[in-house]
C-alpha cells in the first residue's frame, strides 16, 4: 500500500455524526484506563507498542479507530490477557463507513449471493489498487483518509471468498468494464489477473456479458440478490422499485427472472475465462 498519514497508520478516522463514534470512544478509553494501570505515559508507551504518539493519543481520545494489529500488540504490552484483542470484532465492524455497514452485515450472512454489475466492475471483484483509484475520482473529491476508509473496507468485504461454510457467488460483469483501463497497464492486468483467480474458486461462477449482445433486462442497471441460511432474502436494481431494497417475494421473483435470462444470455464461465485472457494478452 502507499505510504501516507492515512495508510501507514493502523487505524481509520472516526465520522463523528455515525452511531458508532460512541463505541470507538468508549475503547479509546478503556485503552488509556489500560495505559494508565501499567504505569506507562504515552510516549513510552508508543514505544513499546512501535507506533507513533499521535496515533497513540487518537485512537484514545475515539478519533481513530485501531485496526486488529494494533489491538494485538496493546493487549501484549499490557498483559491485558486477550481482553483488549476481544475488542477486534466491535472495531471490524466500526471500520466500515456508514453507508456500506449494512451491506457488509447482509454480505457475511449470505449463503448465495447473484450479482449483475453494468458500467464499472463490481467492488467484491475490484482489486486494491482498482479501489482505490475509483474512490479518487469521485466528486466531489473524498479526503485521503476517506478513500483509504472506503477501500479498507471494500476489501475487507471481499473475505467473502474464503468464507466457510462457502457462500454460492454468482457475477456477470458487463464487457465494457474490462475494457476500461482504470489505474494504467500494470494495475488494470492486476485487475483482470484477480478476475481469473476468482472465476477458478469451486463457489463462484464468473460470467461476461458481451457487448455485441443488443439487449438484455440488464441494461437499466445493476441488479443483486442475496439468499439466507433462513429462506429469507433481499434484492434491489437499478432498474426496479426505484432502486430500493426489496424482500417481498414477487419483488424478489422479478429479481430472479431478470438475473436468470441475464446469465444465459452472457457467455459461460468457460468463454468467460478464454475472454479475460484474450483481454489480458492484448493489455
Known amino acids: 500500500m502507499e505510504r501516507n498519514d492515512g495508510v501507514d497508520e493502523p487505524g481509520w478516522d472516526v465520522d463523528p455524526e455515525d452511531e458508532i463514534s460512541s463505541v470507538v470512544e468508549m475503547v479509546g478509553q478503556q485503552l488509556r484506563l489500560r495505559r494508565e494501570a501499567a504505569g506507562l505515559r504515552v510516549a513510552e508507551f508508543a514505544v513499546a507498542i512501535g507506533y507513533g504518539e499521535d496515533l497513540v493519543r487518537k485512537i484514545e481520545r475515539g478519533a481513530r479507530i485501531p485496526r486488529p494489529e494494533y489491538l494485538d500488540k496493546v493487549d501484549e504490552v499490557v498483559d491485558a490477557r486477550g481482553l483488549v484483542s476481544a475488542m477486534k470484532k466491535e472495531m471490524r465492524e466500526a471500520r466500515y463507513p456508514r453507508k456500506v455497514r449494512e451491506l457488509a452485515k447482509l454480505e457475511e450472512r449470505a449463503v448465495e449471493v447473484a450479482v449483475y454489475a453494468s458500467h464499472g466492475m463490481h467492488g467484491l471483484l475490484q482489486t486494491e489498487e482498482h479501489s482505490r483509484v475509483v474512490f479518487r475520482a469521485r466528486q466531489p473529491a473524498y479526503s485521503q483518509d476517506e478513500v483509504e476508509r472506503f477501500v479498507t473496507a471494500r476489501t475487507a468485504r471481499q473475505s467473502i471468498f474464503g468464507r466457510e461454510p462457502a457462500p454460492s457467488l454468482s457475477f456477470v460483469q458487463e464487457e465494457a468494464a474490462l475494457r476500461r483501463p482504470i489505474g494504467g497497464t500494470m494495475v488494470w492486468r492486476r485487475q483482470l489477473e484477480r478476475l481469473l483467480e476468482i472465476g477458478e474458486l469451486p463457489?463462484?461462477?464468473?460470467?461476461?456479458?458481451?457487448?455485441?449482445?443488443?439487449?438484455?433486462?440488464?441494461?437499466?442497471?445493476?441488479?443483486?440478490?442475496?439468499?439466507?441460511?433462513?429462506?429469507?432474502?433481499?434484492?434491489?436494481?437499478?432498474?426496479?422499485?426505484?432502486?430500493?431494497?426489496?424482500?417481498?417475494?414477487?419483488?424478489?421473483?422479478?429479481?430472479?427472472?431478470?438475473?436468470?435470462?441475464?446469465?444465459?444470455?452472457?457467455?459461460?464461465?468457460?468463454?468467460?475465462?478464454t475472454f479475460v485472457e484474450r483481454v489480458l494478452g492484448e493489455t
Open 203 to 273: 463457489h463462484v461462477t464468473l460470467q461476461v456479458m458481451p457487448i455485441d449482445c443488443e439487449a438484455h433486462p440488464g441494461l437499466d442497471g445493476d441488479i443483486e440478490v442475496l439468499k439466507f441460511g433462513d429462506g429469507t432474502a433481499v434484492g434491489r436494481s437499478d432498474g426496479a422499485f426505484n432502486g430500493r431494497p426489496v424482500t417481498e417475494p414477487k419483488q424478489l421473483r422479478i429479481l430472479e427472472l431478470r438475473y436468470g435470462i441475464i446469465r444465459a444470455q452472457a457467455l459461460t464461465p468457460r468463454e468467460t475465462r
